[in-house]
């Protein structure tokens, strides 16, 4: 359950974008900020489920493709007034490889392109 | 340790000072703020609902001592400032309480005028300005019956009207010889008198008061001339005058008010004024609107980024009494420079006048139907040429065809579950519940909290009107000048002009040059800075994929489920059975389950995944179609119909015609989307007057029509010229697109843009200047040079463009 996942390297990731991440049913939005940090969100918008990677990002925040609702990357939670929260999950990135922890996720998952 | 600010003043412009400061920089200060009055901070308009008995002094609060508590400032109600020790740089309040100051902030606010004239001492003489003087006002209305308002003003009015409702005899004097006579014209004035009256409110008018009679308290008040009248509640309401006792004991220059620049400093820099007690270019403000600009302002300076600058406001005045509308803005008496349109309907009690100067609007009054206030107050603040629309504009926005404003709807008249947002699904109710819970002053607070307003924008018309009715008079509509968006102070203009003054070509260089207050922007403003440097330095600026919307950066149309959809371009409308076939095959191989035919005369293949769209768009790539731009702020379609070729009617060959100009201005980026049609004959069956360019072909020719557009608000076109040749045609066309491209704001379609800026400055342009026409042209034929390229193409094949947009990284779960 608590295992790191290495799943993807900081280059293949857009600086200010994002990319789709693939697990099994699942589909995980990994974002790369101007600085460089990086976060994963569940892709799906806590509004209409809009694809969250492909929104525009700026700062730690993400922009819902589908009706602009505005997302914070670090906790999922929708920038006020807006309401709702993505599901975020705990990245580390170490020497440029960036790992991922799937919480409530199968039991372990193995990192390839 | 962090620098202190003092405020003076816990009224509405100071306050609103504090939250414009903590929304941009929650923990510069420690902040400490004075009140003479014991209560947090309040809605003052809201004091006439109260007065009338329609509201209660709970319902009227703004910010109550949680709100002091939760921002760590520290509140003394109930304290007045006696002095400033600008030497030692600390304010001392009458019961010797001190705050020391890096950085203090006027918003003393005014003082009502007591005229000098025996018994304005007397009990029972009050004036209208705070929530002390409407519980006095209340205590005696309650026991007594005659009531005296000195002031036919728009206070004087708003109280007469408030002790009629409750129960009173309401007398009001006034010295000039029509009410409120610098918000109205003569004949508005003497309509309002007559309604006043009918509701049983007496007048004296051109009537100077001479003594208030009584020994304590007060029982009549005499006249110049001898009449005497009972009175045993005399309300003064005749002007304020600037709070500045405080300032000029502490040698601050004032003249009329405290004088202040254009970032809101008074001659001390280190002190700030902001709101009625301010003198600003020689103006002082009355109304809550200015005072509410001049806090961004003060604002944007006391949080130390520096650039914002107060440039004077434009006011525009109602009445709060409830049934009684009238609204008035700018010079609406006019001179022998100006010329005015007036519509009276005596049995409706409706009156409009219009004042125009150049075929602006200059100044405007009405009375009785004032749904359209607003709009010609926009238009006045914007210098919108209205020779397009003359004739209508009397009748108001809703004969322009705003489907959103629907007819005589008008939001008061409105039932609390009516739907006004259709596309956030937002009624009534929530708006106003909005407003009143969350204390809202303006749109782009609305737009924020509920959504309405936010999407299509047709219903903002009824959303302002809303708020306007919700609010009273205090709706403060966002400046003209509007910031791009929340991320900049800056408006389009003032950033497309720094990004070409400074030859600026990157985004992250536009933000460091205008000293951007967020890391790096927001969905709105990187669009558009990302088209500003686009359109300005073609060929040299590397579009930033990361700053484009989805649809463009994808170049394929997002739908609800996150699928996609291809439209590949079909030239003028034209298609070939290779064509259709390859569109057929492609629909079967990649299982498409829906393709459709578009409104704009091309097939749409619908639900693809995104890795899936290289694949899809090398096929057709294949067969020559590139892609349609159905996604982009660019050249969407060309419509045409079978024309000369083929109709009995037709006069040119419209389908060439299409055809050639589709293969001209495909690919050119644009501030929106931009749509084009050729008609053969004027039966115009391409429909093209509802075009951004509209082509129809005349016995002798071409009839060039522009600003057209369907959708949200349908707007015909508007004859441009008609020429004689198909270069002309072409000539003409592209120096069009050239002027939008380059004089547009970003978002913003032809139609809006030419309602704008207006007809004559694009005819001057465009057909007077011939030469510029052909600069223009030249200009948009090089810039396509550049942008020519078909993006399906870069993006398909194994060396394809941004590959890591379309494909995800896959891991694989392994359970164990
Ligand atoms: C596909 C199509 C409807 C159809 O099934 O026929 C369509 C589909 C969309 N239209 Fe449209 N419009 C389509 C023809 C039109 C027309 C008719 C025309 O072009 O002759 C109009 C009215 C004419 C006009 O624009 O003046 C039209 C007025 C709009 C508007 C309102 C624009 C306005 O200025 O008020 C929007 C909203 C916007 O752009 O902000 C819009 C927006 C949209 C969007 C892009 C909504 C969105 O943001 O997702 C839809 C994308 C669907 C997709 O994925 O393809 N669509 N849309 C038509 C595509 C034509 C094409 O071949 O490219
Ligand atoms: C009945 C009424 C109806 C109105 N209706 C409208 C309307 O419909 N539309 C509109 O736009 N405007 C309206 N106005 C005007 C609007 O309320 C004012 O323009 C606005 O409140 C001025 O804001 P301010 O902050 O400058 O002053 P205020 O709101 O008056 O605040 C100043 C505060 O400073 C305090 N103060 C002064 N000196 C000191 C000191 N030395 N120490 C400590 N505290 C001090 C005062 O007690 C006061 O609380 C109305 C006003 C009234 C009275
Ligand atoms: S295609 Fe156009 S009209 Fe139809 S639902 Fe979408 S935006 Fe509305
Ligand atoms: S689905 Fe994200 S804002 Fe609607």
Same mark, same amino acid.
């Given at each position: 359950?608590?295992?790191?996942?290495?799943?993807?390297?900081?280059?293949?990731?857009?600086?200010?974008?994002?990319?789709?991440?693939?697990?099994?049913?699942?589909?995980?939005?990994?974002?790369?900020?101007?600085?460089?940090?990086?976060?994963?969100?569940?892709?799906?918008?806590?509004?209409?489920?809009?694809?969250?990677?492909?929104?525009?990002?700026?700062?730690?925040?993400?922009?819902?493709?589908?009706?602009?609702?505005?997302?914070?990357?670090?906790?999922?939670?929708?920038?006020?007034?807006?309401?709702?929260?993505?599901?975020?999950?705990?990245?580390?990135?170490?020497?440029?490889?960036?790992?991922?922890?799937?919480?409530?996720?199968?039991?372990?998952?193995?990192?390839?392109? | 340790? &962090?620098? !202190?600010?003092? @405020? +003076?003043?816990? #009224?509405?412009?100071?306050?609103?000072?504090?939250?414009?400061? /903590? $929304?941009?920089?929650?923990?510069?200060?420690?902040?400490?703020?004075?009140?003479?009055?014991?209560?947090?901070?309040?809605?003052?308009?809201?004091?006439?609902?109260?007065?009338?008995?329609?509201?209660?002094?709970?319902?009227?609060?703004?910010?109550?001592?949680?709100?002091?508590?939760?921002?760590?400032?520290?509140?003394?109600?109930?304290?007045?400032?006696?002095?400033?020790?600008?030497?030692?740089?600390?304010?001392?309040?009458?019961?010797?309480?001190?705050?020391?100051?890096?950085?203090?902030?006027?918003?003393?606010?005014?003082?009502?005028?007591?005229?000098?004239?025996?018994?304005?001492?007397?009990?029972?003489?009050?004036?209208?300005?705070?929530?002390?003087?409407?519980?006095?006002?209340?205590?005696?209305?309650? &026991?007594? !019956?005659?009531? @005296? +308002?000195?002031? #036919?003003?728009?206070?004087?009015?708003?109280?007469?009207?408030? /002790? $009629?409702?409750?129960?009173?005899?309401?007398?009001?004097?006034?010295?000039?010889?029509?009410?409120?006579?610098?918000?109205?014209?003569?004949?508005?004035?003497?309509?309002?008198?007559?309604?006043?009256?009918?509701?049983?409110?007496?007048?004296?008018?051109?009537?100077?008061?001479?003594?208030?009679?009584?020994?304590?308290?007060?029982?009549?008040?005499?006249?110049?001339?001898?009449?005497?009248?009972?009175?045993?509640?005399?309300?003064?309401?005749?002007?304020?005058?600037?709070?500045?006792?405080?300032?000029?004991?502490?040698?601050?220059?004032?003249?009329?008010?405290?004088?202040?620049?254009?970032?809101?400093?008074?001659?001390?820099?280190?002190?700030?004024?902001?709101?009625?007690?301010?003198?600003?270019?020689?103006?002082?403000?009355?109304?809550?609107?200015?005072?509410?600009?001049?806090?961004?302002?003060?604002?944007?300076?006391?949080?130390?980024?520096?650039?914002?600058?107060?440039?004077?406001?434009?006011?525009?005045?109602?009445?709060?009494?409830?049934?009684?509308?009238?609204?008035?803005?700018?010079?609406?008496?006019?001179?022998?420079?100006?010329?005015?349109?007036?519509?009276?309907?005596?049995?409706?009690?409706?009156?409009?006048?219009?004042?125009?100067?150049?075929?602006?609007?200059?100044?405007?009054?009405?009375?009785?139907?004032?749904?359209?206030?607003?709009?010609?107050?926009?238009?006045?603040?914007?210098?919108?040429?209205?020779?397009?629309?003359?004739?209508?504009?009397?009748?108001?926005?809703?004969?322009?065809?705003?489907?959103?404003?629907?007819?005589?709807?008008?939001?008061?008249?409105?039932?609390?579950?009516?739907?006004?947002?259709?596309?956030?699904?937002?009624?009534?109710?929530?708006?106003?519940?909005?407003?009143?819970?969350?204390?809202?002053?303006?749109?782009?607070?609305?737009?924020?909290?509920?959504?309405?307003?936010?999407?299509?924008?047709?219903?903002?018309?009824?959303?302002?009107?809303?708020?306007?009715?919700?609010?009273?008079?205090?709706?403060?509509?966002?400046?003209?000048?509007?910031?791009?968006?929340?991320?900049?102070?800056?408006?389009?203009?003032?950033?497309?002009?720094?990004?070409?003054?400074?030859?600026?070509?990157?985004?992250?260089?536009?933000?460091?040059?205008?000293?951007?207050?967020?890391?790096?922007?927001?969905?709105?403003?990187?669009?558009?800075?990302?088209?500003?440097?686009?359109?300005?330095?073609?060929?040299?600026?590397?579009?930033?994929?990361?700053?484009?919307?989805?649809?463009?950066?994808?170049?394929?149309?997002?739908?609800?489920?996150?699928?996609?959809?291809?439209?590949?371009?079909?030239?003028?409308?034209?298609?070939?059975?290779?064509?259709?076939?390859?569109?057929?095959?492609?629909?079967?191989?990649?299982?498409?389950?829906?393709?459709?035919?578009?409104?704009?005369?091309?097939?749409?293949?619908?639900?693809?995944?995104?890795?899936?769209?290289?694949?899809?768009?090398?096929?057709?790539?294949?067969?020559?179609?590139?892609?349609?731009?159905?996604?982009?702020?660019?050249?969407?379609?060309?419509?045409?119909?079978?024309?000369?070729?083929?109709?009995?009617?037709?006069?040119?060959?419209?389908?060439?015609?299409?055809?050639?100009?589709?293969?001209?201005?495909?690919?050119?980026?644009?501030?929106?989307?931009?749509?084009?049609?050729?008609?053969?004959?004027?039966?115009?069956?391409?429909?093209?007057?509802?075009?951004?360019?509209?082509?129809?072909?005349?016995?002798?020719?071409?009839?060039?029509?522009?600003?057209?557009?369907?959708?949200?608000?349908?707007?015909?076109?508007?004859?441009?010229?008609?020429?004689?040749?198909?270069?002309?045609?072409?000539?003409?066309?592209?120096?069009?697109?050239?002027?939008?491209?380059?004089?547009?704001?970003?978002?913003?379609?032809?139609?809006?843009?030419?309602?704008?800026?207006?007809?004559?400055?694009?005819?001057?342009?465009?057909?007077?200047?011939?030469?510029?026409?052909?600069?223009?042209?030249?200009?948009?034929?090089?810039?396509?040079?550049?942008?020519?390229?078909?993006?399906?193409?870069?993006?398909?094949?194994?060396?394809?463009?941004?590959?890591?947009?379309?494909?995800?990284?896959?891991?694989?779960?392994?359970?164990?």
């Amino acid at each position: 359950m608590s295992d790191w996942i290495e799943i993807s390297s900081v280059d293949e990731i857009p600086p200010l974008g994002a990319r789709v991440v693939h697990a099994e049913e699942m589909e995980i939005a990994l974002f790369r900020t101007a600085n460089d940090e990086i976060y994963a969100v569940r892709d799906r918008c806590p509004h209409k489920e809009g694809p969250l990677s492909q929104g525009i990002v700026h700062g730690k925040r993400v922009t819902c493709p589908l009706h602009n609702l505005v997302l914070e990357l670090s906790d999922g939670k929708a920038v006020p007034p807006d309401e709702g929260c993505a599901l975020v999950y705990p990245i580390k990135v170490e020497e440029s490889r960036v790992w991922i922890k799937l919480q409530g996720v199968a039991s372990k998952i193995k990192g390839s392109k | 340790m &962090k620098e !202190k600010l003092v @405020l +003076v003043g816990n #009224g509405m412009a100071g306050v609103r000072t504090l939250e414009e400061l /903590l $929304k941009i920089e929650p923990d510069l200060y420690d902040i400490t703020v004075f009140g003479s009055e014991p209560h947090g901070n309040y809605n003052r308009i809201l004091l006439s609902p109260v007065l009338a008995g329609e509201k209660e002094i709970g319902d009227i609060m703004l910010n109550d001592e949680n709100w002091y508590q939760e921002n760590n400032i520290k509140l003394h109600t109930g304290k007045e400032v006696v002095e400033i020790d600008r030497r030692n740089r600390k304010v001392i309040a009458e019961d010797g309480t001190t705050a020391s100051y890096n950085r203090l902030l006027l918003a003393t606010g005014s003082n009502s005028v007591l005229i000098p004239i025996p018994g304005n001492d007397l009990k029972g003489v009050v004036t209208f300005r705070n929530i002390h003087d409407v519980t006095t006002i209340l205590e005696i209305a309650n &026991k007594k !019956k005659q009531a @005296l +308002v000195i002031g #036919g003003g728009l206070l004087g009015l708003e109280a007469a009207y408030a /002790l $009629k409702q409750q129960g009173m005899f309401v007398t009001v004097v006034h010295l000039m010889d029509s009410l409120m006579e610098r918000q109205l014209d003569p004949e508005a004035s003497s309509m309002l008198r007559e309604t006043l009256e009918n509701r049983g409110i007496q007048f004296l008018m051109e009537t100077a008061t001479e003594a208030l009679l009584g020994e304590d308290e007060v029982w009549g008040a005499r006249f110049k001339g001898g009449l005497e009248i009972a009175a045993d509640l005399v309300v003064m309401a005749v002007g304020i005058r600037p709070n500045i006792a405080l300032a000029q004991k502490a040698r601050i220059h004032c003249d009329r008010g405290i004088v202040v620049n254009d970032t809101m400093q008074t001659y001390d820099g280190r002190i700030y004024a902001v709101g009625e007690c301010v003198q600003h270019r020689d103006q002082v403000y009355g109304l809550v609107a200015p005072l509410f600009e001049q806090a961004k302002v003060c604002a944007n300076h006391l949080a130390q980024l520096g650039f914002a600058q107060y440039r004077g406001s434009l006011t525009f005045s109602k009445l709060k009494v409830t049934g009684v509308d009238l609204f008035s803005t700018g010079d609406f008496m006019g001179d022998d420079t100006t010329e005015s349109i007036v519509m009276k309907d005596v049995d409706r009690g409706i009156y409009k006048k219009i004042v125009l100067k150049n075929n602006r609007i200059h100044g405007a009054v009405m009375f009785g139907d004032t749904v359209d206030g607003s709009w010609y107050y926009q238009m006045l603040r914007d210098q919108t040429d209205i020779s397009g629309f003359r004739g209508q504009l009397l009748y108001g926005q809703s004969h322009l065809g705003d489907s959103g404003h629907g007819g005589a709807n008008t939001a008061a008249d409105m039932a609390d579950d009516v739907e006004v947002c259709g596309c956030n699904g937002v009624c009534k109710k929530d708006i106003v519940n909005a407003i009143t819970s969350k204390g809202l002053f303006t749109l782009d607070d609305v737009r924020d909290h509920t959504k309405a307003s936010s999407s299509c924008g047709s219903c903002t018309g009824l959303v302002e009107q809303i708020l306007s009715f919700t609010l009273g008079g205090d709706y403060s509509e966002a400046p003209t000048a509007k910031p791009l968006c929340k991320c900049t102070d800056y408006t389009h203009e003032e950033i497309r002009q720094t990004i070409q003054r400074q030859k600026l070509t990157g985004i992250r260089s536009v933000m460091d040059y205008l000293e951007y207050r967020s890391p790096d922007g927001c969905h709105i403003c990187r669009p558009a800075i990302n088209y500003y440097l686009m359109s300005s330095w073609p060929g040299e600026v590397v579009d930033d994929p990361r700053s484009r919307y989805i649809n463009e950066r994808a170049h394929a149309n997002i739908q609800k489920d996150g699928t996609f959809s291809v439209i590949p371009r079909i030239w003028g409308g034209l298609v070939t059975p290779a064509e259709l076939r390859a569109i057929a095959d492609a629909a079967d191989k990649f299982n498409v389950s829906t393709v459709k035919i578009t409104g704009g005369q091309r097939i749409g293949l619908y639900g693809l995944k995104k890795n899936e769209l290289p694949a899809v768009w090398s096929d057709l790539n294949q067969s020559g179609m590139p892609s349609g731009y159905a996604y982009g702020k660019s050249l969407r379609t060309v419509k045409t119909c079978v024309g000369e070729e083929w109709c009995r009617f037709g006069t040119q060959d419209s389908t060439s015609m299409g055809v050639r100009l589709e293969k001209l201005t495909w690919g050119s980026w644009m501030p929106h989307k931009f749509k084009m049609a050729v008609s053969g004959c004027p039966r115009n069956c391409a429909e093209a007057t509802i075009k951004d360019f509209g082509v129809v072909a005349v016995e002798s020719g071409w009839e060039l029509h522009i600003g057209g557009n369907g959708g949200v608000r349908v707007r015909p076109t508007e004859l441009l010229c008609k020429v004689k040749t198909d270069q002309e045609v072409v000539e003409h066309c592209c120096a069009f697109i050239q002027l939008y491209r380059e004089d547009a704001y970003y978002l913003e379609r032809t139609a809006p843009w030419i309602e704008r800026v207006g007809m004559v400055k694009i005819r001057q342009q465009l057909i007077e200047d011939g030469g510029n026409r052909k600069a223009l042209s030249d200009r948009f034929l090089s810039s396509q040079k550049f942008a020519q390229k078909d993006p399906w193409a870069e993006r398909t094949g194994d060396a394809g463009f941004e590959t890591h947009e379309f494909f995800p990284l896959e891991v694989k779960v392994s359970h164990e």
